[in-house]
């Protein structure tokens, strides 16, 4: 009797913690409204694609593009946000649709006045193909998956230098932002991770926090996004905020599991600030939350978020 009534606590109880694990996931997403032009909102400009030919970055070429609020006025310094994938970023009948997101909540109130800077990876090429479309360019791995310096140097040595020629930026870090998905995501958290001085707000979803970058062979060794979490635990902390998505159906593949990689950064993160709490460490805590869905490996859930995610990072909280 004791043991059947154990077995039947022990369906019940796996039963609620499973049930409370799903509950954690979110699922039927869709576009919202901050996805679609909205009546009386002010329309700002997407001006590109430019060619740029990065000096860090010598024999490629990338696509970019800038997006300019009706709000802007050279007189203020604006917000700036940098977002990898330029060209499904930018995708007006695509899952991301930034600029229009970035219109709807600057027109609310819920973003600052914020130039949009839309990057293509490079592409080993003179000029950049007009057949890739929505696909990645030939240099992508090289440029968002290494933990190196080269991609923060082209962003903040060369493209931010070239957009405050033209427009007033602001020089707070605190109102820098830089975001992407899969791959680019890691490369937006790189930037800031290295460089907290230049940007601190990452908008992150499905990230490819693997070892897609691990060169084990090399000397010295190239670390790999695996190797974020360690470094979390163990170097100081960034003045960060960040903004995590993924899905419970992205990959599993030889690089890594995804979704798991994710909750790792995530519990990185937790405990980075719970032991600097404990030893009543002086200095910055990581800001960050987290969004699980059920989705898979694509911009789908990426994009449906992403209104949530852009307002959390330049609120203030």
């Known amino acids: 009797m004791k043991r059947h ?7 019940v109880f796996g039963f609620e913690i499973a049930l409370i694990a799903q509950n954690e996931i979110r699922t039927n997403l869709s576009l ?28 490629t070429v990338r696509r970019y593009w800038i997006y300019v609020p009706a709000q802007y006025k050279a007189a203020s310094p604006a917000a700036l946000l ?4 330029g060209q499904r970023a930018t995708n007006p009948e695509g ?19 914020t130039i949009g800077l839309f990057i293509t990876p490079g592409n080993t090429s003179e000029h950049y193909p007009d057949n890739l479309g929505m696909s ?11 933990l190196d310096d080269d991609y923060s140097q082209m962003i903040i040595g060369e493209f931010i230098p070239m957009l405050r020629k033209e427009y007033n930026i602001s020089e707070d870090p605190e109102m820098h932002a ?49 190797d974020y979490p360690a470094l979390i635990r163990r170097e100081k902390i960034r003045p960060m905020k960040i903004f995590y998505q993924d ?16 909750q790792q950064m995530v519990s990185a993160m937790e405990y980075a600030n719970r032991n600097a709490d404990e030893r009543k460490m002086e200095g910055p805590r990581y800001a960050f939350t987290h ?27």
């Open 5 to 11: 009534f154990l077995l039947l606590c022990l369906l």
């Open 32 to 59: 919202t409204p901050d996805h679609y032009p909205k009546e009386g909102v002010p329309k700002g400009e997407l001006k590109g694609p430019f060619e740029f030919h990065s000096k860090v970055f010598a024999g």
């Open 82 to 85: 940098v977002f990898q994938d």
């Open 95 to 113: 899952s991301l649709r930034v600029p229009q997101v970035m219109e709807n909540l600057m027109a609310s109130g819920e973003m600052p006045v």
């Open 136 to 146: 990645n360019p030939n240099h992508r791995a090289e440029e968002y998956d290494d």
């Open 178 to 226: 830089i975001g992407g998905t899969s791959s680019g995501a890691i490369c937006a958290f790189t930037v800031a991770w290295r460089h907290p001085e230049a940007f601190r707000k990452v908008y992150s979803a499905i990230g490819s926090y693997v070892s897609i970058g691990f060169r084990p062979n090399e000397t010295p060794i190239k670390l790999g996004g695996q």
């Open 247 to 262: 899905g419970s159906n992205d990959l599993s593949n030889e690089w890594g599991n995804w979704f798991l990689a994710n």
């Open 291 to 317: 969004v699980w869905t059920d989705g898979k490996h694509s911009d789908q859930h990426p994009g449906m978020v992403l209104p949530e995610g852009l307002r959390w990072i330049f609120g203030k909280k």
